[in-house]
């Protein structure tokens, strides 16, 4: 590639006789550069970052090494591009296996019939939780991302797992085997299939793909190799301040800063952080549209199975010269009251408690709760649902009663903290706006 009119590039301060390999400009005349050596290697970046040696000139004139340098952030854009990629590539590969199972289960017609049932009570779940997400302002990527992990991926392990497990419970017959398919193994593979949304959105992968090109204005060869620049303090690793600052811990040093998982700031008096509102909003959201997409393909799944069943059932008693009745669809019906009508909220509960469990570990300033919360969220959830699935083997009257006595009171509580964070968010907004106009 030829150098640019005006003649090559010239070192500043310098003569263009005392550089090497040139030869002194005469008026009226251009010189021919002379040879060029093999310096390849300078179009990319050394390992550990070390410059060209003193002295030395670039064969590369200025416009090219301003082509080939990317803008500034141009490696992180990438990396995230990439990581977003691959995550939508395996949620839509999951999303197509699911659909061949619910398919291979229900038939066409029962899949048609399950999708539009299971519609029902899905604006009023993502309504309550867009309401909610007013206070905990998470992005909608990450609940979109959220959403197609609880419908395509959590719902793919747990089906696929439950199959396996209850495989594996046929070698015990009897009621025990039911207690531990329904009771224990199934609520530890859905509830643990669902937390994992929340662990991937904490993990850095677009920071462990961001090439350092971004500092050196170098090309972002290695995208991998980690940069040796000394490490940088990151703003959302709590530090020791205040009196009891000794022995504290830093909660989360490796995981992905996330806005609206940060503790509140310490108040005059507190030698403790604390969670504020949004924190823990934040988690009932990311927690209840994870569960939200999970119930969305179990619901399809269970009242196209239901449909599938009461169809065959018709077929076989009545036949084809009778016109269908409501009554000929009992199973159905049940299944549409029983999980679209009087449970919609159930898996978002269930999950809305591991969100509050990890909000309140990241985000405490004490070492035990921060060291317990997640874990006792994750469990407290396991073990709701556990009884969930148990109450459906009690008959009618048995499933009221746990409905009465355990969702109720459940589901009471998790609306009166949604309201209360609603409103103290509002509150602090409202003070936040008088202090600015009186400043002003």
Known sequence: MGSPSGGGFRTPGRAAADVPGTAPRTGGTRTIPGPRGRRAHWLLPRPGGALPPAGSVSPVS?????????????????????????????????????????QRQTGTVGLLVGLGLAMVPLPFVLGGLAWLNLTAR????????????????????????????????????????????????????????????????????GQRLRCHGRRTGRPCAPLLQRSPASRRPHPYERRPAGPHARGRLRLRPYLRPLPYLCPAPLAGGTPHRRSRPRTLAAGV???????????????VLYLGRAFATDQRNRLDNIGLGDRPSLRDFDSTVQTFVLRALLSPFAHPLFTALTGIGLAVALTTGRRWLARLAAPAGLLLAMVLHGAWNAAADLGTDGFLVVYGVLMVPCFAALVCFAAWARSRAARHGSRRGRRVAGAA
Do not use: Q
């Open 62 to 102: 200025p416009a090219v090494t301003s082509a080939s340098a990317p803008p500034p952030g141009r490696g992180r854009s990438m990396a995230l591009s990439s990581v977003t990629a691959t995550a939508v590539l395996i949620l839509i590969g999951c999303g197509v296996l699911i659909l061949h199972l619910v």
């Open 138 to 205: 998470v992005p909608l990527r990450h609940t979109v991302f959220c959403l197609g992990w609880g419908a395509c991926a959590a719902t793919t392990v747990a089906i696929l797992a439950n199959n396996w497990t209850a495989d594996y419970l046929t070698a015990h017959p009897g009621r025990l085997g039911e207690l531990l398919g329904a009771g224990i193994a199934t609520p530890l593979i859905e509830e643990s299939a669902k937390a994992t949304a929340l662990v991937v959105l904490l993990l850095p992968l």
């Open 285 to 299: 959201v990311l927690g209840g549209m994870t569960a939200c997409g999970f119930a969305f393909v179990e619901n």
